[in-house]
């Protein structure tokens, strides 16, 4: 009887701690209203307190790169924080540098807004907006990847510089109960305004290209947003180089018919790395390109080409392959996009051949 | 007896869709400090360790780097490595970020193939941590040792 009060008790008090945790919390949390103040005057929000920087201005249309959704995994929804915001998180402190931490960078989605911000945004990210878009097109291309045409409603339009990304928010779906946002490369070029077209390359495991391979069909909304990014073409005067790997043929192809579109003055050469024949894709459209236009070649690169595929072609690492085209660096920059280990060889081989390493330029996802 | 906090955290990052589609622990109901606990003492009952373990993946791992989707042979082992875009951080919020790399090693001598991820690695490094039982990269300490060729 005895030992059953005492449980009764230490249940009965606990019961009433909680219950005044959570009404504290209430209280204590409740930041009330707070005002953003944007470049300097540029924009005023007025949001919620104790709500994340990322998501208060995700929910005012402004939308700060973010691949990780705010798990502060990803380090991408960097922005300056000039006044009003807490002391950095050991959450944020992998992946800022010393000058970003004098300068006041936070990661928005670690920044909990407690009272009046002042921050600073790159004019470009306000050019950022939300699409519902309606998947219109599903190309298989290869036994893992797959070409994904997203068409917007009628009167929207997009402006981007070829070389940018989307970002796609998924839907929940088998045991996946939350929403998760990763980011794709666009593949059709910038003149295309109604739409965008996305390669995407299943990942063993991949919450979104799982989602994207398995459970999106033609006619399916999806949100996206975008465009985001650094990776575009630089105006010059200088000839290009390109390499790619599996989907990250995506960008390239967007920046090579932006080119030919414009009919600039430039040289280019496609370099795209494959291990087998059946690990090619688009290669009629570069063929094309080809034909039509003496500017551009492309040279598709076979690592490890099977006794079927009957290839002619190149063989050989594409770095490999690269060299046996392009004697020098001098004049010339080089757009890069594949695995973080394509782009780390290729980046090797590339300085080594005078590449100016500010002219290399690769996404870093 | 119940697991602390932080395993608590860990174990629900492990779930589905919160880093991965099929989340670390596939239908294995025990508790994350449970199956630390029996991996470990596995391990140790072995003489190996944790580290011997990952060590000899990365090992592998850095053979197959070299040509990726390609298989290479390195005595009686054929490995073969598939790089992806991008990078997928580690459930133990332990702020660490492993590329998207798998590899698959297969061990002639014994016939048995084994597969793991760079994330692999490193839990098992830093946390000695196989993943659960039924997961998509769970190789169980013994089995894994043994087709790595750290124990007969």
Known sequence: ????????????????????IIVAEKFLNNYGECGIDINDGGKLLKVDGGVSLLSALASNKIFIPSACGGKATCGLCKVKVLDGAGPVLPTEEPYLNKQELQEGVRLS??????????IYIPEEL????????????????????????FDFREGEEISFRAGQYMQIETKPYGKVKERAIRAYSISSPPSDKKGVELIIRKVPGGVCTTYMHDHVREGDEIRITGPYGEFYMRDDSDDYVFMA????????KSIISDILEKKLDKKMIFFFGAVTKKDLFHTEFFRELEKKHDNFKYVPALSNPGPDDDWEGEAGLVTDVMKRYVETGRDRHAYLCGSPGMINACIKVLTSMEFDESKIFYDKF | MKQGPRLEMIQENMKPGAYTAHGFLGDDDRMLKDILREDNSAVERHGISHGEIAAKMRYFTEIGRRFPESTVTDGDFEITVDDHRGFIPCPFADNEKALKTNTRLYNKRTGETVYWSDLNI???????FYEGKGSFFRTGPVELAKTLGLID
């Open chain 1, 1 to 20: 009887m005895e030992i059953l009060k005492t449980i009764l008790g230490i249940t009965g008090i606990s019961t009433v701690l909680a219950v005044f």
């Open chain 1, 245 to 252: 790997g599996g989907s990250g043929m995506a960008p390239i």
């Open chain 1, 109 to 118: 989605c670690q920044v909990r807004i407690k009272k009046d911000l002042r």
């Open chain 2, 122 to 128: 490193h839990m098992i490094m830093s946390h000695g």
């Open chain 1, 126 to 149: 306000f050019n950022i907006k939300e699409f519902n878009a309606t998947v219109t097109r599903i190309t298989d291309l290869t036994r893992d990847i797959k070409e994904y045409r």
